[in-house]
């Protein structure tokens, strides 16, 4: 299924991404390390296994971490999907009362109240769901966002492009976007911007897919925008393989 757009607001600071229309069913082959353990914020008792000293649900150990997943993350029923990965329940029982009750502020206001990143935890993520299929993603290492977004950006052109194709016509195959170009876009994703795939101009030998100011601006992501609004565009050459980005208006890239 194509996505219609994919929209994306970075917060460089905290390292937190507020998303939607990215996939993570990719995640065993782009973050390599599969977490060892994780705590799950708001699950049901029926789901993993009951931690005392915290009062939430965990599962314990890379396999069954990997299977609970694969089984949840991007399905369209898992939108309450939220945890934080741990890696010693050694350090994990010497949480406070205060850094519990800061896990729950996090599971239920979608933000931090001090670092997201405990040091007992050592978490590399929080995962948050939200209503309408949002995410927000606290990642300890950015790259691996800028991973997936290339992974998401790369598979909704291919399906786009071979959407209207023939039978006995070839699929095209589009190769991933490069790491040089995701960078160059980081000082628009820092302002909330949206990839749209329903007003992409795929042509015989390239695909244009523009990007629009949206900042936060939620309510509008599904709306047709103007050339206003438009920032940037993502061009793919079909017969070079070779993508490009072209700016619109000048960003002043905000102090890392």
């Not at 150990?61 to 609970?68: A, D, F, I, L, S």
């Not at 001090?114 to 978490?123: D, E, M």
């Not at 438009?230 to 002043?252: A, M, R, V």
Request: with cysteine.
């Amino acid at each position: 299924m194509i996505s219609d757009y994919i929209y994306v607001h970075l917060d460089g600071v905290t390292n937190s991404v507020l998303c939607k229309g990215i996939t993570f069913k990719n995640y065993d082959e782009i973050i390599k390390k599969i977490p060892e353990n994780i705590l799950l914020l708001n699950a049901s008792k029926d789901i993993g296994e009951f931690e005392p000293h915290t009062g939430f649900q965990m599962i314990r150990g890379v396999e069954k971490v990997r299977t609970y997943l694969e089984n949840n993350i991007d399905k369209q029923s898992s939108q309450t999907l939220k945890w934080i990965d741990f890696e010693s329940m050694e350090l994990l029982r010497q949480l406070t009362p205060v850094e519990i009750s800061e896990l729950l502020y996090v599971a239920h206001a979608h933000t931090h109240l001090h670092s997201p990143f405990y040091y007992k935890l050592q978490n590399n993520y929080i995962y948050l769901s939200m209503i309408d299929y949002f995410k927000k993603i606290y990642f300890r290492y950015l790259e691996q966002f800028y991973d997936f977004l290339s992974d998401s950006l790369t598979k909704s052109l291919e399906l786009k492009c071979n959407e209207k194709k023939k039978f006995f016509q070839k699929e095209t195959k589009i190769q991933p976007i490069p790491k040089e170009l995701i960078e160059q876009l980081i000082p628009l994703l820092r302002e909330g911007i949206l990839f749209s795939f329903t007003q992409i101009e795929v042509q015989q030998q390239t695909c244009a897919i523009p990007i629009f100011l949206v900042e936060d601006r939620l309510r509008d992501l599904n709306k047709l925008f103007s050339k206003k609004d438009l920032i940037g565009t993502i061009y793919y050459d079909k017969n070079q393989n070779q993508w490009s980005f072209k700016e619109e208006i000048f960003l002043e890239p905000l102090d890392e």
